[in-house]
């Protein structure tokens, strides 16, 4: 008898709340008759909206919970980075000096701030073909010191580099307008372009070395102060103000002859469940129409599915156009004002586990794209200026190769010595015994 009760009980609390939204769903054809008969395709999506509103109507989108789970393959492609990122620091330090050349011992004094592990020369020791050592005064009439600066190998690099970025000037452009189209006011802080150009693989002088060659969709605004320069879209171009997700629809209406509708790729994890609810939820919500990230969204409620759909629509964007299709969430924040974030974006990306992916790897939280990566966390959505760090890859593999040969040639010859002073020991050994 308990039992039955608390059966009605609850019975009764989901009929309460869904009577406003039953009768809303039951009488669509009476409240939304232009839309309906204007557009009968629109059906499935104002009933997904009444599924919605009828479930989660009492609370706002971001109170819905998904317990984070941890993904060891997708923390593995953030693991597999960290040396290229560590030599990439150490790299753009020298480089930023005057005359790319450093004084070996300022570098040392630096190992902290560059989160360096190991001293200096051990360092150059493990990756030998990243730079030469010469000496040098730092100040005239001073010792000479041991001065770094790049090597013939990473100068070809420097080289393959810019070669790179010029045949890819176009997709560059394109990823520059796109993020400045996503914003309310088709304007973003210098600042804060600056702060995530190595995300979207931008040279790092694109403000004096990009922007000026094309005056008719950018324009650098506002003084020369810290945080008083800002870029501007100059033009709005329709081809650019389509997502990777809306040309993937397209693509695969061309491939099979049938429309598709645009809609977010779910990949959920093996062996990861969502509750009921949040299930039931998910389902309405992949329903309701995809918000492309560079219309307008000034008139959507901040709480509604709709906002949440037009905010994951831009956060999958933001992704698609970084080299790595991850990028920090604090780099993300930075922008949350002129993408009309909420200040619990965040958790749209554990909100959305089939979407994206949010790592805790090396005490940053990095949001990533579960499309781009493929079931063994291998990057498999290729941005064309990838090509740029696998070429630096290579340059540090060859110099590891050639530091363990050298190591091993050291054992080799240890080995030798020890052996060739064992062996005098006993012939010395043996001659006492005679004598």
Sequence with gaps: QIFHARLKIRANRR??????????????????????????????????????????????VSSLKVSWRKD????????????????????????????????????????????????????LARNPLLFDVFH?????????????WPSTRLTEFLKEEHLIRSANEGLLLAKLCKLLM??????????????????FGFPSDFLVSLVPRYPEYLQLVGGHGEGDSFLKLVSWDDGFAQSVIQRRAEEETRQTGVRMRPN???????????????????????ELPYISPYDDA??????????????????????SLTVLRRAAVPSVGKFAEEFRLSNA??????????????????????????????????LVDRDPLLEIKEKFVELLEEGHQEW????????????????????????????????
């Design 136 to 148: 040098d005064r730092i100040k005239p009439k001073t010792e000479h010191v041991p001065f770094l």
């Design 72 to 123: 060891p393959r997708l923390d593995g492609a953030i693991a597999r980075d960290k040396r290229w990122r560590l030599c990439s620091r150490v790299v753009r330090e020298v480089l930023n000096e005057p005359g790319a050349a450093i004084p070996l011992r300022y570098l040392e004094k630096r190992r902290e701030r560059l989160r360096l592990p190991v001293g200096v020369k051990v360092f």
């Design 264 to 286: 977010f790729e779910v990949r959920l994890p093996r062996g990861f469940y969502l509750k009921k609810e949040m299930r039931e939820w998910t389902r309405d919500w992949l």
């Design 298 to 319: 000034s008139g959507l409620h901040p709480a509604s599915p709709e906002m949440e759909k037009r905010m994951v629509g831009l956060l999958h964007e933001f992704l």
């Design 345 to 378: 974006f965040g958790n749209a990306f554990t909100r959305h586990p089939g979407i994206f992916y949010l790592s805790l790897k090396g005490g940053i939280k990095t949001a990533m794209l579960r499309a781009a990566y493929d079931a063994e966390g291998e």
């Design 182 to 199: 996503m914003s309310k006011d088709r304007v973003l802080s210098a600042e804060k372009l600056l702060h995530v150009k190595r995300d």
């Design 404 to 435: 363990l040969l050298q190591m091993r040639l050291r054992r080799e010859a240890a080995q030798k010595d020890r052996e060739l002073l064992a062996g005098g020991e006993s012939n010395a050994g043996d001659n006492v015994e005679s004598s």
């Design 15 to 60: 009929a309460r709340r869904l009577e406003p939204w039953t009768a809303a769903t039951a009488g669509v054809s009476v409240l939304l008759p232009s839309v309906l008969s204007s557009s009968p395709a629109m059906a499935p999506s104002v009933a997904a909206a009444c599924r919605l509103y009828a479930t989660f109507a009492p609370s706002s």
